[in-house]
Each structure stands twice: as structure tokens, then as C-alpha cells.
């Protein structure tokens, strides 16, 4: 069985997004822009829900070509458009870059894949991941928290039915004040 990572940028009061889709405010350091590269070089698939889609595919796929992209950058660049992803979402009709789009039940295709063969999948959305939250799907949650307070927005963690018991297995500090906190769900 494929193992299923909820990982992403997250302000300390618990929000991915700041009112209006800001993300101004989790700019990574050096250091930490490189564990997210070397995570995209590892992921056997990565699903995304549209509105992250639709920001990540309006920049990686010509971020190398920008005068001025840093050898980071033009490396991400070159590592996302290679992995493997699925969007999820019934309201795009195209997507590119070694992508396939889903446009059926999130719950009943993850838990798919996760059956199926293949390296790690990781879930990046809101909307997606608390969907395979509430169906118990995630493995893993990878929290790096930035220090700042954006008081409202896209929360990381969506209402649940039930609680989710987690382990708390990694912790990494990175410049700038930002830690990585990674928990299993205890089974």
C-alpha cells in the first residue's frame, strides 16, 4: 500500500492561505526551499486540488526560463514538471506537464491509488486534503510552520467526524524561525 503525506506551509495560527489566497508570507529560506525540492524529486505521485494546481502550474513550468531564476529554482522547475500528478477538480478541462485529471470521487480515486502500486504520494489542497482526512486516507501530516500570525484565510486542518490520533516522529527547525513538525497517524 502507498503511503499518503498532507504536507505544506502553514502560519502558526494554522492557516496555508492568508485572507485572499496571500502566500506572500511563507517564503522559504534557502535550506527550506531545498527539502521541498528533494521531496518533489522523491514523490511517486503528487495530488493536488485545483486552486493549488492553478497556482503551482501558473508558475514551475516556465520558472526556469525567468531571467534571474536561481540554479534552486530552475532545479524545482525541472523536478515538479517531471513528477508525476493528479488534479482533481470538475471545473478545468486540461492540464499539462505530467499530469492527469480526475474528475470523479477524490475519496473513492485516492483510495485507489493508494492500493495500487508506486512510490509515496503526497496531497497538497485544502479542499482535497480534508476530504482524504475525513475518509482516513492520510499516513502522514508534515507541518512547516512559519512564524507569523495572518489571522484568517485557508485553514490547514479542515472540521473532522472523528479525532485522528498522531505520533509525532520528526521535528527540524530551518532559518528564519521555521520548524517541521512530521506525525503518523497512529492506526
Same mark, same amino acid.
Given at each position: ?75 524545482? @522547475?525541472? =523536478? ?6 493528479? &488534479? ?6 486540461? /492540464? *499539462?506537464?505530467? %499530469? ?31 476530504? @482524504?482526512? =475525513? ?6 501530516? &508534515? ?6 500570525? /495572518? *489571522?484568517?484565510? %485557508? ?33
Amino acid at each position: 500500500m502507498r503511503n499518503l503525506t498532507f504536507a505544506m506551509n502553514m502560519s502558526v495560527d494554522g492557516y496555508i492561505a492568508a485572507p485572499g489566497d496571500n502566500l506572500g508570507w511563507g517564503v522559504p529560506s534557502d535550506e527550506l526551499f531545498q527539502w521541498w525540492s528533494d521531496r518533489v524529486a522523491v514523490t511517486g505521485l503528487a495530488l493536488y486540488g485545483r486552486k493549488l494546481w492553478e497556482t503551482m502550474s501558473s508558475h514551475w513550468p516556465t520558472a526556469d526560463q525567468q531571467p534571474g531564476a536561481t540554479p534552486a529554482q530552475i532545479e524545482f @522547475a525541472h =523536478r515538479w514538471r517531471e513528477m508525476p500528478k493528479a &488534479v482533481f477538480s470538475s471545473t478545468i478541462s486540461t /492540464v *499539462g506537464w505530467n %499530469t492527469r485529471l480526475v474528475t470523479g470521487d477524490a475519496v473513492t480515486e485516492i483510495t485507489r491509488l493508494k492500493a495500487g502500486d508506486g512510490g509515496a504520494m503526497d496531497i497538497s489542497g485544502a479542499t482535497l486534503a480534508g476530504a @482524504a482526512m =475525513r475518509a482516513g486516507l492520510i499516513d502522514d501530516y &508534515v507541518l512547516v510552520t512559519h512564524p507569523v500570525l /495572518v *489571522g484568517g484565510g %485557508t485553514p490547514f486542518f479542515t472540521a473532522l467526524d472523528n479525532w485522528v490520533n498522531l505520533s509525532l516522529v520528526e521535528t527540524r527547525p530551518f532559518p528564519d524561525g521555521v520548524l517541521l513538525a512530521r506525525y503518523e497517524t497512529r492506526r
